[in-house]
């Protein structure tokens, strides 16, 4: 009897002790739910399924497979022994079978499975014993599995566990796919804002400029790549808008990268993007711009400032439409269409091996050379117009006109910064202007201190050497007008100091000693 009641005691402390545990495993689970839901961001959800499910199994590993657009591979999207993303071959896998059946494959014996993957452990050094597969299906469709590796203590993956990872399972498809949409949903909207009408235009009646403008018409259902050739500041990139705007991608995307302004790590990772953990920083997946682009147009700006590494890459696009991002090993697709523009010579570049021929030639198969507002200056008085039309509206003053002084000002400058410093002159008038109407004492000290062209006109062969002007001179011209002070000749030129400093070396250009 009293054996019998020994026996019922252990009974019951067991019976509490498994209640406890579910109790325990339960409240982990509610616990889960809430932190897995906190945010939308892709890789948060991944993360925090696999650390979860983790626990509640006591796996030593563990990995989120998803499908891809391709019928035959799956992508291990999030593991906690693989940084980056693997693709591995749909059929013959544990993984494949358990997404094509939608049922849970529970394996006791990897080592001696065919159908386990076995280069992830070749490449990894992980020795994978035992795997319980969960399907992660939402509303009938199956979008991928969580794999769980082997236990802690050795001993097989039960009933209790399978319980734990089906409900994980059923929570991460869910977030999984309102993540992915949330994503998405980002995503254009940067693409719309990228879409959002500049307000600048094609402005002028000079001959090259209109044939130009004329030409762009032919390009509307092709896909050819563009070259725009000109100054800094002569309006490529609204020539570059408006080869989009008429073309048959003016639906999707106009992305802008300006080559100059980022370093060349930086610049590789804008343009392709890099998955989580690609480099130190690198705390989610980056979607780059060609990706963010897709069916629309990237416009390269200041090309010839590209590395040599990366336009070997940039080649492969134009070749082969495909890329990979940072650290990824997946091959993406890219369906753009790509405007390059550039104030260097590419030609002087080349026969410096600074880039790439084969490259050059790939991109040079519609080329428009812009010309600099020096050349075009019957076309002032409109863009003069143009502009304060803009900064009557965007400053709310009612100056409304230039009187003729201030407009033979204008008319007798040459621009080193070309369109761009006439925006900057005008919106600087508007500024000070103090009334309806902008007077000569209104412009700058380097246009009202100037003898005016437009009264003592300069001879065909000043204007040829006007013309040909190197960047160089220009930049050196620009300096000694404004006595060597690098925020007053950068503003004039229409470009950043940082832009300055890197001319300024390049040109190996230093303001002379003084007494």
Known sequence: MGYLNKITSLNSKDVIKNRDLKKTRLHSILKATA?????????HVLKQVIQHALRLTNSVAASIILTTDSDNDLVIAYSTDIKSKIRFPRKKSIAGLCIDSGQIKVIYDAKGNPHHFKKVDESTGFKTKSILCVPLSIKGETIGCIELINKHDGTIFDDEDITAATIMSNLAAVSIR????????QTTNLALQTQLPSGDKIIGENKEVQRIFKSINKLKDTSSTVMILGESGTGKGVLARTIHDQSNRREYPFITVNCSTFSQ????????????????????????????ASGGTVFLDEIGEMDKSLQTKLLRILQEKEYERVGG??????????????NANLEKALEQNQFRKDLYYRLKVIVFQLPPLRERKEDIPDFA??????????????????????????????????????????????VLAEDEV????????????????????????????????TEKETILETLQECAWNQSMTARLLGITRNQLRYRLKKYQLTEPDTI
């Open 265 to 292: 790590t930086l610049l590789e990772s804008e343009l392709f993007g890099h998955e989580k953990g690609a480099f130190t920083g690198a705390d989610r997946l980056k979607m780059g711009r060609f990706e963010l």
């Open 329 to 342: 090993t997946e091959t993406l697709t890219a369906n753009v269409r790509i405007i390059a523009a550039t």
């Open 35 to 43: 932190i897995i839901n906190s945010k939308l961001d892709l890789n």
């Open 178 to 185: 309102n993540a992915e949409v949330h994503e998405k949903l």
């Open 385 to 430: 117009k143009f502009f304060l039309q803009k900064y009557r509206n965007e400053l709310n003053k009612p100056v409304r006109e230039f009187d003729n002084e201030s407009m033979k000002a204008l008319q007798g400058y040459d621009y080193p910064g070309n369109i761009r410093e006439l925006e900057n002159i005008v919106e600087r008038a508007a």
């Open 438 to 469: 902008i007077h000569v004492s209104d412009l700058p000290d380097e246009i009202k201190h100037r003898k005016y062209r437009m009264s003592n006109p300069i001879t065909t062969s000043e204007k040829t050497v006007s013309f040909c002007k």
